[in-house]
């Protein structure tokens, strides 16, 4: 698809993930423009011609970026990756004090540059964020979301498709709930291709019973600790699938992700920010999309939101 034109992304920080994102947005012709954001001066600007550098291979997209909070102006989207970094050991959550400091001071600078721009929370733990974003911006609802677990879906469907021996464009699962530990598969919507999950064992092929995808369910939930062990941050993949968030909204596309935005009376819950199947477009959030749950899924998806409310709570963010 060709970029919208005039479209400008806005990333704020320079780390490992905002750079990351850059370089998948440029790569990928997600937007017209990627302005990097970030207060390290000589990181920022080395960051940003490293990028510049390799435009000549990447089609239309230009980088500017700085230290200066003017380069986030006018962007159509802005994706905030500034935040402590998790180190290993520690959850998503133990991180939510110092970055909801971070975004008390940095949202409304942020929306006095870009107030008509869909803003999307990358930094953990980012269901806790949503809800602080929406309240120091001051802005609509549907217009401050995070990448939620559009990710560890990712991570399901490459794990399902390891497993049963096809492409993972042609596995369909989603986990919901908390992007933390509290997430789980929605199993009863799961499809290998056409096949429900559970159906699976075409040809002879040995089917997937309820201990092996419990295995899966818990590799996901795992699986960003296992990198940060082993590297000391997740990068590319966060990089990439925030970079597909941004062109269903700038493409205005009605895609269908699992983003986590603020819910209200969603199987029961209200108030918190939680994953869920969710249609993305141009005006951020366009809709909710209500699916059967099982009775399990449902006391699994409250027991989610009641781990995002207590964080709230602690943080007088309920």
């Given at each position: 698809?060709?970029?919208?034109?005039?479209?400008?992304?806005?990333?704020?920080?320079?780390?490992?993930?905002?750079?990351?994102?850059?370089?998948?947005?440029?790569?990928?012709?997600?937007?017209?423009?990627?302005?990097?954001?970030?207060?390290?001066?000589?990181?920022?600007?080395?960051?940003?011609?490293?990028?510049?550098?390799?435009?000549?291979?990447?089609?239309?997209?230009?980088?500017?970026?700085?230290?200066?909070?003017?380069?986030?102006?006018?962007?159509?989207?802005?994706?905030?990756t500034a935040g402590a970094k998790q180190e290993p050991g520690q959850s998503r959550l133990d991180l939510a004090g110092s970055n909801v400091a971070i975004l008390r001071e940095l949202m409304p600078a942020l929306v006095e540059q870009a107030p008509d721009a869909i803003y999307m929370l990358v930094t953990n733990p980012c269901d806790v964020l949503t809800i602080a974003a929406h309240r120091f911006g001051g802005l609509p609802a549907n217009r401050v979301f995070s990448s939620g677990t559009v990710l560890d879906s990712s991570r399901l469907k490459w794990l399902l498709a390891e497993r049963v021996g096809v492409a993972p464009s042609s596995v369909h699962a989603m986990i919901v709930g908390e992007h933390g530990d509290s997430e789980f598969p929605l199993w009863s919507q799961a499809r290998i291709g056409p096949i429900p999950i559970r159906d699976w064992a075409p040809a002879g092929r040995r089917a997937l019973d309820a201990a092996e995808l419990d295995r899966i369910a818990d590799d996901v939930v795992h699986a960003a600790y296992q990198v940060i062990a082993?590297?000391?941050?997740?990068?590319?993949?966060?990089?990439?699938?925030?970079?597909?968030?941004?062109?269903?909204?700038?493409?205005?596309?009605?895609?269908?992700?699992?983003?986590?935005?603020?819910?209200?009376?969603?199987?029961?819950?209200?108030?918190?920010?939680?994953?869920?199947?969710?249609?993305?477009?141009?005006?951020?959030?366009?809709?909710?999309?209500?699916?059967?749950?099982?009775?399990?899924?449902?006391?699994?998806?409250?027991?989610?939101?009641?781990?995002?409310?207590?964080?709230?709570?602690?943080?007088?963010?309920?």
């Open positions: 698809m060709a970029v919208i034109e005039n479209s400008k992304l806005a990333i704020v920080g320079a780390g490992a993930v905002g750079t990351s994102l850059a370089f998948s947005a440029l790569l990928r012709g997600s937007a017209r423009e990627v302005a990097l954001y970030d207060i390290r001066t000589e990181k920022v600007e080395a960051e940003v011609l490293d990028l510049a550098h390799g435009t000549a291979f990447t089609g239309a997209s230009r980088i500017t970026g700085g230290s200066d909070i003017g380069v986030v102006h006018g962007a159509n989207v802005v994706v905030i082993g590297k000391g941050a997740t990068n590319y993949a966060i990089g990439v699938s925030g970079a597909r968030i941004v062109e269903a909204i700038l493409r205005d596309e009605h895609a269908i992700l699992p983003v986590s935005s603020i819910l209200h009376d969603y199987q029961g819950v209200s108030g918190v920010a939680l994953s869920v199947p969710t249609i993305v477009d141009s005006s951020g959030i366009s809709e909710v999309l209500p699916l059967p749950f099982t009775d399990d899924e449902t006391a699994r998806f409250r027991a989610s939101a009641e781990v995002v409310a207590s964080s709230l709570k602690k943080l007088g963010l309920d």
